[in-house]
C-alpha cells in the first residue's frame, strides 16, 4: 500500500512542476502504401498505387514533465496519389499521442498510437462506395528539433489494418474493384509554439 501511496504522491509531484505549452502545426506528407484491383468481365487488375503526396495542419499541445513529455496532437490531412493517369484524393482527421524524452540538446525522439478518421476518397474518373472502414489506429515514431518556440520533426507513421472502399465504376463504365490506402508515410512538419 505504501508503495503505491508513493507513486501517486510521485506522479502528482511530477505533475505539479510540468509545464503545458500548446500552438499550431502544418507539414508535408510523403504517403507509400496502397494498391488497386480492377475486375471487368474480361480482365483482372492489381497495380500499386503510385507514391501518395499531401499536407496536414492542425493543433497540438504539449505537456512536458521531468524527464518526459506527452503530446496529443489534432490534425486534418489530404493526400493524393494516382492510377492510370486518374488522381485519387484522401482526406482524414489523424489524432497522434506522442510520448517524448529528450535525446540531446533541443533534439528528442517520440513514439505513440494513432488513431485515422477518414472523411472521403475521390476521384475524377473513378466512383466509389461509402467508406467500410472509416477508422483505423496505427503508430507512429519519430525525432524533434526544438528551436524556441519552433519545432521540426520527422517522423514515420503506419497504418495496422486494411483501409479498403469499394469501386463502383470507372469513367461511367461498371468495374468490380477496390482501393486499398492504409496509410505508410514520412511526414515533415513545423510546429510553432504560441504560449
Avoid: C, W
Wanted: aromatic content about 10%; proline content about 3%.
Amino acid at each position: 500500500m505504501k508503495k503505491t501511496q508513493i507513486l501517486v504522491f510521485l506522479f502528482f509531484a511530477q505533475l505539479s512542476f510540468s509545464q503545458i505549452d500548446y500552438g499550431i502545426q502544418g507539414g508535408l506528407n510523403f504517403d507509400r502504401a496502397g494498391s488497386i484491383q480492377l475486375t471487368g468481365e474480361q480482365f483482372v487488375e492489381n497495380v500499386d498505387l503510385g507514391k501518395k503526396t499531401g499536407f496536414h495542419f492542425g493543433l497540438f499541445a504539449k505537456v512536458d514533465f521531468l524527464i518526459f513529455y506527452l503530446r496529443p496532437e489534432l490534425q486534418y490531412t489530404q493526400v493524393s496519389s494516382e492510377y492510370d493517369g486518374n488522381t485519387i484524393d484522401k482526406s482524414r482527421i489523424e489524432l497522434p499521442l506522442s510520448l517524448g524524452i529528450t535525446a540531446i540538446g533541443p533534439l528528442s525522439i517520440f513514439i505513440g498510437p494513432t488513431a485515422y478518421f477518414n472523411l472521403s476518397q475521390k476521384s475524377a474518373e473513378l466512383d466509389f462506395a461509402d467508406l467500410q472502414n472509416k477508422t483505423n489506429l496505427g503508430l507512429h515514431l519519430g525525432t524533434r528539433l526544438q528551436l524556441g518556440a519552433l519545432g521540426i520533426d520527422l517522423r514515420y507513421e503506419k497504418g495496422l489494418s486494411d483501409e479498403e472502399v469499394q469501386i463502383i465504376s470507372q469513367a461511367g463504365i461498371p468495374v468490380q474493384g477496390q482501393v486499398n490506402s492504409r496509410p505508410n508515410q514520412f511526414v515533415l512538419g513545423i510546429s510553432l509554439k504560441l504560449n
